[in-house]
């Protein structure tokens, strides 16, 4: 199934799409709820210790969220997570589009509205190879497994699932 193209303003002023992509195995898009979540800090600050074994696999990734930019850019700024391409301005209904879950506000360090975490693996033909998709901010995908599933998915030519 192909995923529908995804264009997005990035923390350093440049843009983001998903089809100028030119990864050799995939391009993996980490969805997170925002500058709000802590869960969402060490999530993005363990994925920037591994920027170099994904992008040794010929991974291309980012991090995107519906944040303002000025909430984007200083999450880029009090995180972390120096190298990691953060993109914002994820409208809610490409969040929809994508399948993620919205979440309103249930306090003032949040705003009003803005989309639940979703990790998306996406093969260089952009068709869909794996998602993760979650309703809270817990129990994420961790970053060791992802890995070991793309070394799996590349040396065995494993194929897509579910697609169905």
Known sequence: MEVPDLKIPIINDTKWSLYDQASTSFTMIVFYRGLHCPVCKNYLEDLATKLKDFSDRGVHLIAISSDSEERAKKA?????????????????????????????????????????????????????????????????????????????????????RGGE
């Open 76 to 160: 880029g700024e009090e995180w972390n997570i120096p190298e990691l391409p953060v993109g914002y301005d994820l409208s809610i209904e490409t969040a929809r589009e994508w399948g993620l879950f919205v979440s309103k506000k249930t306090s003032d360090k949040e705003p009003d509205e803005f989309s639940e975490p979703g990790l998306f693996l996406i093969r260089p033909d952009n068709t869909l190879y794996a998602s993760a998709i979650q309703t809270m901010p817990f129990a994420r995908p961790h970053w060791d497994d992802i890995l070991n599933a793309i070394d799996y998915v590349n040396k065995n030519n494993y194929p897509a």
